[in-house]
């Protein structure tokens, strides 16, 4: 039995997370894997109710769960995620890119994956005033460059693709920070002689994700960057809308779409729940490694061929050039689990 935790969120957030507690409560019947959820809140509604965007009750159930699966929050998300990226030590951003059938993507043949160094660069939030003038100061630690590079061999020995680690920065500009960065992943990724090591400036690999996105295999870089070049990343591969998300540290992992709260459609039952159940593809899968679950590997396969055969139909949400509620596509992917 696997204890869950699930903030519910803010917009369409808790609409998407009664998707995810259907399709956990489906699991629980129909296989020999068990979920209890402690469904929680944080975000904007908490932040005008209590003050507090991330309550001491809620980061307290958290703790006693073994993941936990976010729906999205509002104004409020740096409150939120980037507090719990920290608190948790969740170094590693895990985000997977992949066109699926159906799908308005730049090519049909992708699929890589964003390995994004997840606590520290100007995420910190280290900004101060001099005068007329604002400064922020970004940290880039030889530790963190270690750890996210490890974890970027490790992605790419497990996917058995293209055997390829690229390593993103600006070194050329930042000869320091980001000097530190390419050195540290340079010196890790040599040292799996079964891996390839490719070193490219940020705007050339944004560039290189629109004209050859099936030419990567495992991106590494840092926050910033990360976070920019996932969005756009996500984009290409079809939607913002279908791309799932995860945190993991070293005893605890958390896992979320990477898209907003989207107030505009809050209540329509139009939101797309795609990304949200990858994400729980991804807990599944994060559970199988550290736990030695073979019905969780089993059952996150499932999952994600429900996903595609839902797609492959042309069952979809009104975002993504269907008609389906958000109710009625969760129910097609649980018929096809």
């Given at each position: 039995?696997?204890?869950i935790?699930?903030?519910?969120?803010?917009?369409?957030?808790?609409?998407?997370?009664?998707s995810?507690?259907?399709?956990?409560?489906?699991?629980?019947?129909?296989?020999?894997l068990?979920?209890?959820?402690?469904?929680?809140?944080?975000?904007?509604?908490?932040?005008?109710?209590?003050?507090?965007a991330?309550?001491?009750?809620?980061?307290?159930?958290?703790?006693?769960?073994?993941?936990?699966?976010?729906?999205?929050?509002?104004?409020?998300?740096?409150?939120?995620?980037?507090?719990?990226?920290q608190?948790?030590?969740?170094?590693?951003?895990?985000?997977?890119i992949?066109?699926?059938?159906?799908?308005?993507?730049?090519?049909?043949?992708?699929?890589?994956?964003?390995?994004?160094?997840?606590?520290?660069?100007?995420?910190?939030?280290?900004?101060?005033?001099?005068?007329?003038?604002?400064?922020?100061?970004?940290?880039?630690?030889?530790?963190?460059?270690?750890?996210?590079?490890?974890?970027?061999?490790?992605?790419?020995?497990?996917?058995?693709?293209?055997?390829?680690?690229?390593?993103?920065?600006?070194?050329?500009?930042?000869?320091?920070?980001?000097?530190?960065?390419?050195?540290?992943?340079?010196?890790?990724i040599?040292?799996?002689?079964?891996?390839?090591?490719?070193?490219?400036?940020?705007?050339a690999?944004?560039?290189?994700?629109?004209?050859?996105?099936?030419?990567?295999?495992?991106?590494?870089?840092?926050?910033?960057?990360?976070?920019?070049?996932?969005?756009?990343?996500?984009?290409?591969?079809?939607?913002?809308?279908?791309?799932?998300?995860?945190?993991?540290?070293?005893?605890?992992?958390?896992?979320?779409?990477?898209?907003?709260?989207?107030?505009?459609?809050?209540?329509?039952?139009?939101?797309?729940?795609?990304?949200?159940?990858?994400?729980?593809?991804?807990?599944?899968?994060?559970?199988?490694?550290?736990?030695?679950?073979?019905?969780?590997?089993?059952?996150?396969?499932?999952?994600?061929?429900?996903?595609?055969?839902?797609?492959?139909?042309?069952?979809?949400?009104?975002?993504?050039?269907?008609?389906?509620?958000?109710?009625?596509?969760?129910?097609?992917?649980?018929?096809?689990?």
């Amino acid at each position: 039995m696997y204890n869950i935790s699930l903030i519910n969120g803010d917009g369409i957030g808790p609409e998407i997370s009664r998707s995810a507690i259907r399709i956990l409560e489906n699991i629980n019947d129909k296989f020999n894997l068990k979920f209890t959820i402690d469904e929680l809140e944080a975000g904007d509604n908490m932040l005008s109710k209590t003050g507090y965007a991330l309550p001491t009750k809620t980061i307290k159930s958290i703790n006693r769960s073994i993941a936990c699966l976010k729906a999205p929050v509002g104004e409020s998300a740096s409150d939120v995620i980037v507090f719990l990226r920290q608190k948790l030590n969740l170094y590693a951003n895990i985000r997977p890119i992949k066109s699926y059938p159906n799908m308005k993507s730049l090519k049909n043949n992708i699929d890589f994956v964003i390995v994004r160094e997840n606590t520290e660069d100007l995420y910190l939030g280290n900004e101060f005033e001099v005068g007329d003038t604002a400064i922020a100061m970004r940290v880039i630690s030889e530790k963190a460059s270690r750890e996210i590079s490890e974890y970027a061999c490790k992605i790419a020995k497990y996917r058995n693709g293209l055997n390829k680690v690229t390593c993103v920065h600006k070194a050329n500009v930042l000869k320091k920070t980001d000097g530190l960065f390419v050195n540290i992943c340079k010196e890790v990724i040599k040292s799996h002689h079964n891996i390839k090591f490719e070193s490219m400036y940020v705007d050339a690999c944004a560039m290189n994700m629109i004209r050859n996105p099936e030419k990567f295999d495992v991106i590494v870089t840092t926050n910033m960057f990360g976070d920019i070049l996932s969005d756009e990343a996500a984009q290409i591969s079809g939607s913002l809308g279908i791309a799932p998300s995860a945190n993991i540290g070293e005893n605890y992992a958390l896992f979320e779409p990477v898209h907003g709260a989207a107030f505009d459609i809050a209540g329509k039952q139009i939101a797309n729940p795609i990304a949200i159940i990858l994400s729980i593809k991804m807990m599944l899968d994060w559970i199988s490694t550290k736990y030695h679950d073979k019905e969780s590997n089993f059952v996150a396969t499932r999952l994600e061929n429900a996903v595609d055969s839902t797609i492959k139909n042309n069952i979809k949400t009104k975002d993504i050039g269907g008609n389906y509620t958000t109710n009625e596509f969760t129910s097609e992917i649980i018929n096809r689990i």
